[in-house]
């Protein structure tokens, strides 16, 4: 099953674009790409999700290399509400389906 | 606001104690997930439900075990924790459980206190 690596740590302005990258070179040709976040003493948030092609939506842009070995989230105009740990996570294609979290990355959006 | 509800959002509990966490869902979903989270931690997946039956154990202990009464609700009994078992534990619904294209929605967990 694919794993996915992130930095642990990363700091952004507020107003300016967050651009979270995320590697994954293991990934198979039917795996997705998931992003949620997780901000302190809640449930993880769904974001957004993409198997090959760019995506779009009202929260976040997910940009997935040709080759798909990695990814980057882009958060367009960083709130303070956005400081929280993003997760990139792949879905097992072992016939269990199951989510493969990577550690994550620490956003500090900073006023 | 989530649409997975989980209760109780905080229960503290001794060694010798039997307690149920509870998870609800009214998305229609099939599948129907348990997390455990340690401080600092990613999630780290317990058990899978399909259709109300047990599809994946990932090798939890006894002292866990998880009920799917019906379609909607999830629980987790607990009985004889450790305390090592103290963590944030997280329930999430997706629409089916093999399909790629299937975001997982959270709760915002029931934080567990072992004394």
């Known amino acids: 099953d694919a794993k996915t690596t992130q930095p642990p740590s990363m700091d952004c302005a507020e107003g300016r674009a967050a651009n979270l990258p995320c590697n994954h070179s293991t990934i198979s040709g039917n795996e997705y790409v998931y992003w949620y976040r997780q901000i302190h003493s809640q449930g993880p948030q769904y974001i957004i999700h993409g198997l090959k092609n760019n995506e779009t939506n009202e929260m976040a842009s997910l940009i997935i290399t040709e080759d798909r070995k990695s990814s980057t989230l882009i958060l367009p105009h960083a709130t303070l509400r956005d400081t929280a740990v993003y997760y990139c996570?792949?879905?097992?294609?072992?016939?269990?389906?199951?989510?493969?979290f990577g550690t994550g990355t620490r956003l500090k959006v900073l006023a | 606001d989530t649409e997975v509800t989980q209760t109780p959002k905080h229960l503290v509990m001794g060694m010798t104690n039997k307690k149920s966490l509870k998870c609800e869902q009214h998305m229609g979903h099939r599948a129907m997930y348990w997390y455990k989270q340690k401080a600092k931690k990613p999630p780290e997946l317990m058990f899978v439900?399909?259709?109300?039956?047990?599809?994946i154990n990932e090798s939890v202990p006894s002292r866990f075990s998880p009920e799917c009464p019906n379609s909607s609700l999830l629980n987790l009994h607990l009985h004889a924790l450790q305390p090592e078992d103290s963590a944030l534990y997280l329930c999430a619904s997706s629409q089916f459980q093999d399909r790629h294209n299937q975001p997982q929605h959270f709760g915002d967990g029931t934080r567990l206190s072992i004394l």
């Open positions: 439900y399909s259709y109300e039956k047990l599809s």
């Open positions: 996570i792949v879905r097992a294609s072992s016939g269990t389906y199951k989510y493969i």
